[in-house]
């Protein structure tokens, strides 16, 4: 069945509503998506391994906690990864000056990874479908597979800000294996992981780390520490939203 006539009998049987308002329509109308305020302003970041962060939205907005808890969690909207990942562009686009990675080639995008558990539970990693979205967008290869997750950890939200750190600690892995890895296809919509090519490596390359929410930033400076052992030269991390 073409998509745009599945898709039309998918939104009769199931009409999308917002999830901010409950207008029929889509999961994030423009009235809601004016009260997310995206950022208009980049305000320079600098971590231990982190050199820069990117994120669109504040994470004290009320409104901005409702959308991403609805992709999260219950109910697992994974369709809202689509617009989400738009503000994250229409931020790029409002600062004053482009951010590197629109124009210098070099760069790859990796997600902060799941647990296989959480992954399980979850049945999709958000971070990751962000990137998917990024990747079309910007046209920077996505690797997955290739930054993975050794250690299962406490939800770092149900933590205290000091024992985030600890919590983390040893949690990720450059696999080694480079045929392991997979790179996301935007066209096709799929993962392919036959003939990664040399530009697909990490070694010597600036990795854009995704997430959906930065808070303390442990689990991103946990992630770039990791990669750039792994001879990656700079990491800058892409969230939708700041704690
Ligand atoms: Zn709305």
New binding site residues.
């Given amino acids: 069945m073409p998509r745009g006539v599945k898709n039309f009998l998918l939104d009769i049987l199931f009409p999308k509503f917002?999830l901010?308002?409950k207008?029929e329509g889509t999961f994030?109308?423009k009235?809601?998506e004016a009260v997310l305020d995206v950022q208009r302003r980049h305000q320079r970041f600098s971590g231990k391994y982190l050199s820069d962060l990117y994120w669109a939205l504040s994470y004290e907005n009320p409104l901005v906690k409702t959308f991403i808890h609805n992709f999260k969690y219950e109910p697992f909207v994974k369709e809202l990864a689509k617009p989400l990942s738009k503000l994250i562009l229409n931020h790029f686009q409002l600062i004053e000056n482009p951010p590197p990675f629109l124009e210098n080639k070099g760069f790859i995008l990796v997600s902060v990874p799941l647990s296989k558990k959480r992954l399980k539970w979850r049945g999709f990693n958000q971070a990751e479908e962000i990137g998917k979205e990024l990747s079309s967008f910007l046209k920077i290869p996505l690797i997955s597979n290739c930054l993975i997750k050794i250690k299962e950890t406490s939800p770092q939200v149900d933590l205290p800000e000091k024992k985030r750190k600890e919590n983390v600690v040893g949690a990720f892995l450059v696999k080694p294996v480079r045929k392991e890895w997979r790179v996301w296809d935007p066209v096709r919509k799929c993962w392919f992981s036959n003939g990664i090519k040399d530009k697909e490596k990490t070694k010597g390359k600036k990795v854009l780390l995704v997430d959906d929410v930065f808070t303390t930033g442990s689990t991103m400076e946990e992630c770039a520490k990791t990669l750039k052992k792994s001879g990656v030269k700079e990491v800058i991390g892409i969230v939708i939203a700041r704690g």
């Fill in positions: 917002c901010g308002c207008k994030l109308c009235d809601c």
